[in-house]
Protein backbone atom coordinates (compact mmCIF):
# COMPACT_ATOMS: atom_id res chain seq x y z
CA UNK A 1 0.00 0.00 0.00
CA UNK A 2 1.12 3.10 -0.11
CA UNK A 3 2.33 6.26 2.18
CA UNK A 4 3.08 9.45 2.26
CA UNK A 5 4.99 11.14 5.00
CA UNK A 6 5.82 14.63 6.04
CA UNK A 7 7.77 16.01 8.39
CA UNK A 8 8.37 18.28 10.38
CA UNK A 9 4.96 17.82 12.00
CA UNK A 10 5.24 21.37 13.02
CA UNK A 11 8.05 24.34 12.70
CA UNK A 12 8.11 28.00 14.51
CA UNK A 13 10.26 30.10 12.52
CA UNK A 14 11.23 33.67 12.54
CA UNK A 15 11.12 35.92 9.94
CA UNK A 16 13.44 36.04 7.04
CA UNK A 17 15.11 32.79 8.29
CA UNK A 18 15.14 29.74 5.46
CA UNK A 19 12.59 27.12 5.06
CA UNK A 20 12.83 23.27 3.79
CA UNK A 21 9.86 21.24 4.06
CA UNK A 22 9.86 17.41 2.84
CA UNK A 23 7.70 14.87 1.53
CA UNK A 24 8.66 11.10 0.80
CA UNK A 25 6.15 8.41 -1.22
CA UNK A 26 6.41 5.10 -0.50
CA UNK A 27 4.91 2.12 -2.30
CA UNK A 28 4.40 3.81 -5.84
CA UNK A 29 6.48 5.15 -8.37
CA UNK A 30 6.20 7.94 -10.32
CA UNK A 31 3.35 9.61 -8.87
CA UNK A 32 2.51 13.27 -9.64
CA UNK A 33 3.44 15.40 -6.44
CA UNK A 34 1.77 18.42 -5.11
CA UNK A 35 1.88 21.20 -2.38
CA UNK A 36 -0.73 23.08 -0.88
CA UNK A 37 -1.03 25.84 1.36
CA UNK A 38 -4.31 25.86 3.62
CA UNK A 39 -4.44 28.96 5.88
CA UNK A 40 -6.79 28.75 8.80
CA UNK A 41 -10.27 28.60 8.15
CA UNK A 42 -9.40 28.46 4.24
CA UNK A 43 -9.30 26.01 0.83
CA UNK A 44 -6.47 24.63 -0.33
CA UNK A 45 -4.05 26.62 -2.71
CA UNK A 46 -2.10 24.87 -4.88
CA UNK A 47 1.73 26.73 -4.42
CA UNK A 48 3.26 23.43 -6.79
CA UNK A 49 3.01 20.40 -8.67
CA UNK A 50 5.45 17.58 -10.53
CA UNK A 51 4.79 15.04 -12.79
CA UNK A 52 8.58 14.01 -12.80
CA UNK A 53 11.58 13.93 -11.50
CA UNK A 54 13.15 17.79 -12.24
CA UNK A 55 9.76 19.03 -13.22
CA UNK A 56 8.14 21.57 -11.31
CA UNK A 57 5.10 23.50 -12.10
CA UNK A 58 4.52 27.18 -9.96
CA UNK A 59 0.72 27.63 -9.63
CA UNK A 60 0.88 31.21 -7.53
CA UNK A 61 4.37 33.66 -7.72
CA UNK A 62 5.34 33.96 -4.28
CA UNK A 63 9.04 33.37 -2.24
CA UNK A 64 8.70 29.58 -2.20
CA UNK A 65 10.14 27.28 -4.44
CA UNK A 66 10.10 23.44 -4.92
CA UNK A 67 12.01 21.12 -6.28
CA UNK A 68 12.07 17.29 -6.91
CA UNK A 69 15.41 15.09 -6.28
CA UNK A 70 13.81 11.97 -6.43
CA UNK A 71 10.84 10.19 -7.47
CA UNK A 72 9.18 9.79 -4.81
CA UNK A 73 11.04 13.18 -2.55
CA UNK A 74 9.52 16.51 -3.04
CA UNK A 75 10.97 19.39 -1.58
CA UNK A 76 9.07 23.40 -0.44
CA UNK A 77 11.66 25.77 0.30
CA UNK A 78 12.46 29.03 1.23
CA UNK A 79 15.06 31.67 1.27
CA UNK A 80 13.41 34.05 3.28
CA UNK A 81 10.40 33.70 5.29
CA UNK A 82 7.37 36.04 5.45
CA UNK A 83 4.67 36.91 8.00
CA UNK A 84 2.69 35.41 4.94
CA UNK A 85 3.63 32.58 4.82
CA UNK A 86 1.88 31.01 8.19
CA UNK A 87 -0.21 27.94 7.80
CA UNK A 88 -1.24 24.33 7.13
CA UNK A 89 1.11 22.89 3.93
CA UNK A 90 0.19 19.70 2.75
CA UNK A 91 1.90 16.98 0.18
CA UNK A 92 -0.30 15.16 -1.83
CA UNK A 93 0.17 12.28 -4.70
CA UNK A 94 -1.57 11.64 -7.51
CA UNK A 95 -1.64 8.72 -10.14
CA UNK A 96 -2.89 8.94 -13.57
CA UNK A 97 -5.94 10.96 -13.45
CA UNK A 98 -7.56 9.53 -10.35
CA UNK A 99 -7.48 10.38 -6.75
CA UNK A 100 -5.00 12.69 -4.48
CA UNK A 101 -4.14 11.22 -1.28
CA UNK A 102 -2.72 13.90 1.42
CA UNK A 103 -0.41 14.08 3.64
CA UNK A 104 -0.27 14.60 7.48
CA UNK A 105 0.52 18.11 7.04
CA UNK A 106 3.04 20.80 8.57
CA UNK A 107 1.82 23.45 10.24
CA UNK A 108 4.31 26.61 9.75
CA UNK A 109 4.29 29.47 12.17
CA UNK A 110 6.33 32.71 10.72
CA UNK A 111 7.02 35.30 14.09
CA UNK B 1 -16.77 32.34 -11.33
CA UNK B 2 -14.92 29.23 -9.43
CA UNK B 3 -14.98 26.38 -10.92
CA UNK B 4 -16.49 24.63 -7.94
CA UNK B 5 -18.34 26.66 -5.28
CA UNK B 6 -18.99 25.22 -2.03
CA UNK B 7 -20.77 27.35 0.69
CA UNK B 8 -17.91 27.17 3.58
CA UNK B 9 -20.66 27.18 6.39
CA UNK B 10 -19.83 27.07 9.46
CA UNK B 11 -23.10 24.51 9.79
CA UNK B 12 -24.61 23.12 13.19
CA UNK B 13 -26.44 20.48 13.33
CA UNK B 14 -27.39 17.89 16.88
CA UNK B 15 -26.67 14.36 16.81
CA UNK B 16 -28.79 11.98 14.34
CA UNK B 17 -29.75 14.97 12.39
CA UNK B 18 -29.26 14.38 8.69
CA UNK B 19 -26.60 16.29 7.21
CA UNK B 20 -26.79 17.93 3.50
CA UNK B 21 -23.37 19.33 1.80
CA UNK B 22 -23.31 20.52 -1.36
CA UNK B 23 -21.17 21.76 -4.62
CA UNK B 24 -21.82 22.84 -7.68
CA UNK B 25 -19.18 22.90 -11.01
CA UNK B 26 -18.76 24.63 -13.59
CA UNK B 27 -16.87 22.50 -16.00
CA UNK B 28 -18.77 19.85 -17.33
CA UNK B 29 -15.57 17.83 -18.49
CA UNK B 30 -15.38 16.60 -14.95
CA UNK B 31 -15.97 12.81 -15.16
CA UNK B 32 -15.30 11.91 -11.74
CA UNK B 33 -16.06 13.35 -8.19
CA UNK B 34 -14.98 12.96 -4.60
CA UNK B 35 -15.43 14.26 -1.07
CA UNK B 36 -12.71 14.52 1.65
CA UNK B 37 -13.20 14.78 5.14
CA UNK B 38 -10.75 16.61 7.16
CA UNK B 39 -10.17 16.78 11.12
CA UNK B 40 -8.44 19.71 12.66
CA UNK B 41 -5.09 19.61 12.36
CA UNK B 42 -5.03 16.76 9.63
CA UNK B 43 -4.60 16.56 6.19
CA UNK B 44 -7.71 15.14 4.14
CA UNK B 45 -9.01 11.92 3.67
CA UNK B 46 -10.68 10.35 1.08
CA UNK B 47 -14.64 9.70 1.81
CA UNK B 48 -16.51 9.01 -0.85
CA UNK B 49 -15.52 8.78 -4.72
CA UNK B 50 -17.93 8.75 -7.50
CA UNK B 51 -18.06 8.56 -11.16
CA UNK B 52 -21.59 8.58 -12.48
CA UNK B 53 -25.03 10.55 -12.21
CA UNK B 54 -26.80 8.78 -9.58
CA UNK B 55 -26.25 7.87 -5.62
CA UNK B 56 -23.62 5.54 -4.11
CA UNK B 57 -24.25 4.78 -0.46
CA UNK B 58 -21.13 4.01 1.80
CA UNK B 59 -22.72 3.10 5.63
CA UNK B 60 -24.30 6.44 6.67
CA UNK B 61 -22.71 8.48 3.57
CA UNK B 62 -24.86 8.91 0.65
CA UNK B 63 -22.95 10.48 -2.29
CA UNK B 64 -25.36 11.57 -4.77
CA UNK B 65 -24.13 13.44 -8.74
CA UNK B 66 -26.64 15.33 -11.21
CA UNK B 67 -24.25 16.24 -13.68
CA UNK B 68 -27.24 17.94 -15.75
CA UNK B 69 -27.62 20.32 -13.18
CA UNK B 70 -23.95 20.52 -12.50
CA UNK B 71 -24.60 19.36 -8.73
CA UNK B 72 -23.20 17.12 -6.10
CA UNK B 73 -24.19 16.09 -3.09
CA UNK B 74 -22.62 14.05 0.01
CA UNK B 75 -25.83 13.17 3.04
CA UNK B 76 -25.06 11.92 6.07
CA UNK B 77 -27.57 9.94 8.05
CA UNK B 78 -27.67 9.79 11.79
CA UNK B 79 -24.69 12.46 12.67
CA UNK B 80 -22.51 12.07 14.95
CA UNK B 81 -19.96 13.97 17.26
CA UNK B 82 -17.47 12.19 15.70
CA UNK B 83 -18.82 13.26 11.96
CA UNK B 84 -17.49 16.96 13.07
CA UNK B 85 -14.76 18.28 10.23
CA UNK B 86 -14.48 20.42 7.30
CA UNK B 87 -15.80 18.23 3.85
CA UNK B 88 -14.39 19.38 0.76
CA UNK B 89 -15.78 18.09 -2.52
CA UNK B 90 -13.20 17.62 -5.44
CA UNK B 91 -12.63 17.45 -9.02
CA UNK B 92 -9.76 15.80 -11.03
CA UNK B 93 -8.84 18.05 -13.77
CA UNK B 94 -5.90 16.26 -16.19
CA UNK B 95 -3.14 16.41 -13.37
CA UNK B 96 -4.47 18.27 -11.18
CA UNK B 97 -7.79 18.54 -8.56
CA UNK B 98 -9.77 21.40 -8.34
CA UNK B 99 -11.66 21.48 -4.76
CA UNK B 100 -14.02 23.33 -3.02
CA UNK B 101 -13.82 25.69 -0.43
CA UNK B 102 -15.07 22.82 2.01
CA UNK B 103 -17.86 23.18 4.76
CA UNK B 104 -17.00 23.00 8.49
CA UNK B 105 -19.82 20.60 9.86
CA UNK B 106 -20.01 20.16 13.97
CA UNK B 107 -22.39 17.68 14.84
CA UNK B 108 -23.25 18.72 18.80
CA UNK B 109 -24.09 15.87 20.99
Known amino acids: SQTIHQWPATLVQPVGSPLSLECTVE??????LYWYRQAAGRGLQLLFY??????ISSEVPQNLSASRPQDRQFILSSKKLLLSDSGFYLC??????????FGPGTRLTVL | QKEVEQDPGPLSVPEGAIVSLNCTYSNSAFQYFMWYRQYSRKGPELLMY????GNKEDGRFTAQVDKSSKYISLFIRDSQPSDSATYLCAMPNNNDMRFGAGTRLTVKP
Open chain 1, 27 to 32: GTSNPN
Open chain 2, 50 to 53: TYSS
Open chain 1, 50 to 55: SVGIGQ
Open chain 1, 92 to 101: AWMMGTDTQY
